[in-house]
């Protein structure tokens, strides 16, 4: 709109200079004309004799009659005048003035305006002079033949002028209400036809803020019918995006096919295997006591075996475990003491990892959350284990445990190498293992910061981690219990 009112103001400024020019044209085609005509009356006006001039130079000489009468054919405010020719002996003479009006008293040229007038050369052309006091005049100067006397007819200017002024002024006024009312008019008009775009603007901003990447597999929002007219241009952009979000859902239901047929089969598959691992391990076991009086070589593949069905075992677990946690499977929902439950998981960890320091830090009062003890345990366990893993001994690993805004905050500190950044945006996804900056002491299946993170989401709750070299945090922040039981008993915490 602001486009188009600028377009216009140009136009209208071409259009009214345009005007003006022509109207400036014209008045002075006219006006030449008129001078014209007005030489002839003047050259017989000057050359009729008349009274001469009083004392007080109230007249003028030559033609302007005593009385005041315009005389002649010479219109009011008409410049006429003779200039004698300069002379050896004397300067040039001019004789003559402004005609009056009827019944007023001649107006005598001053000496700056007979200056001007007696400067003017004979061009045969009308010609625009400015005379001081006057304004500005139209002249034409013409050489009598007899004497050579200079003959100077001038009209006044000042009617045209206050003409074009005055049509700039109605020109401007015309078109600054034009427009105002363009501007107006075109934003209704505007605001109107752009309605149906905002509504499918509008149900685009919907979609977008919806949490697709969260396992949504249907967009039931859709375009309006009456926007989604292919007759007009926002009909078919309305048209193009029920089309691409009916695309969107199509995708999003087949993906989600896809991920229960995987998740189907992973979880099947893991619990197949359960009992052929089963069978291998308790066989491997049963090798134990002959062992001694089997030969080096016999003796430790079958306790490569055993390790290698525990090893395989762990992670049937693990897949099992994410596959119920994916399907969404509900957990145990009781009330879990934190602060025991971190008291138990040090000591395991300070039971596995001797060469590692271990410090516990809890609050003065029991920290009560609702979920799934075990789950909740496993997430401690897989915490304490990672940096027990993927940290050289000696290094300090600080676990705290607080309350902020009804939710109680986990976090597992260590000053060990660090994570590097190329695999902090995905260390949460499945199989994910840092490269050998943070190098394993023992086998590692990549499944265990992604159980954590399953089954803190499963307790709707959030996880992330920050870690630069010498400083790795993982925070787990769980929803506080709104009626916990509080526990009877409560040991010291533990401080390794």
């Known amino acids: 709109i602001v486009g188009l009112v600028a377009l216009m103001a140009l136009l209208s400024g071409v259009i009214g200079g345009v005007s003006l020019v022509a109207l400036d044209r014209f008045q002075l085609n006219q006006l030449d004309s008129q001078l014209i005509n007005a030489d002839r009356h003047n050259y017989d006006s000057l050359n009729r004799p008349g009274p001469a001039p009083t004392d007080d130079g109230g007249l003028a000489a030559g033609g302007l009659a005593a009385t005041g009468a315009a005389g002649f054919g010479l219109a009011s405010g008409t410049l006429s005048a003779r200039v004698a020719p300069a002379t050896a002996t004397s300067p040039p003479q001019l004789s003559g003035g402004i005609v009056p009006a009827r019944g007023t008293i001649a107006q005598k040229l001053t000496a700056a305006q007979t200056t001007a007038v007696e400067n003017l050369q004979p061009s045969g052309q009308a010609s625009t002079v400015s005379l001081p006091g006057l304004g500005s005049y139209r002249v034409l100067v013409t050489k009598e033949a007899s004497d050579g006397d200079l003959i100077v007819t001038g009209l006044p200017l000042s009617e045209a002028h206050s003409t074009l002024i005055k049509l700039a002024l109605v020109i401007a006024l015309a078109t600054l209400g034009g427009l105002l009312l363009a501007g107006s008019l075109g934003a209704a008009i505007v605001s109107r036809a752009l309605r149906p775009l905002r509504r499918v603007a509008a149900t685009a901003d919907l979609v977008s803020s919806m949490e697709l990447h969260k396992g949504e597999v249907d967009v039931p929002v859709r375009v309006a019918a009456e926007d989604t007219d292919r007759r007009t241009e926002v009909g078919q952009v309305g048209a193009a995006l029920n089309q691409l979000l009916g695309h969107v859902t199509a995708a999003l239901q087949a993906r989600q096919d896809s991920e229960e047929r995987v998740r189907q089969f992973v979880a099947d598959a893991s619990h197949e295997l359960r009992t052929p691992l089963a069978a291998i391990r308790g066989y491997a076991e049963l090798t134990r006591p002959s062992r001694a009086d089997a030969p080096p070589d016999l003796a430790h593949a079958m306790e490569r075996v055993e390790s290698q069905a525990i090893r395989m075992s762990s992670l049937v677990e693990d897949l099992l475990l994410l596959a119920r946690l994916d399907s969404g499977r509900p957990l145990e929902r009781e009330d879990v003491d ?70 109680a905050v986990v976090t597992v500190v260590d000053d060990g190498p660090g994570v590097p950044p190329s695999v902090l945006p995905e260390i949460f996804e499945r199989f994910t293992r840092a490269d050998t900056s943070r190098s394993r002491t023992a086998g590692s299946t990549g499944l265990g910061l992604s159980i954590v993170a399953a089954v803190v989401n499963a307790h709707r709750g959030q996880i992330w981690v920050d870690s630069v070299p010498g400083h790795t945090c993982f925070t787990v922040r769980l929803p506080l219990a709104t009626e916990s039981v509080t526990p009877t008993q409560r040991p010291e915490p533990a401080r390794a």
Not at 353 to 378: C, F, K, N, S, T
């Open 338 to 407: 934190l602060s025991m439950l971190l008291i138990e998981a040090i000591g395991d960890a300070h039971a596995a990892g001797p060469d590692h320091r271990w410090d516990l830090q809890l609050p003065d009062e029991p920290v009560i959350v609702p979920g799934d003890a075990a789950r909740l345990h496993q997430v401690v366990v897989n915490l304490l284990a990672n940096a027990r893993t993927h940290t050289p001994p000696g290094t300090q690993v600080t676990v705290t445990l607080d309350v902020e805004h009804a939710a």
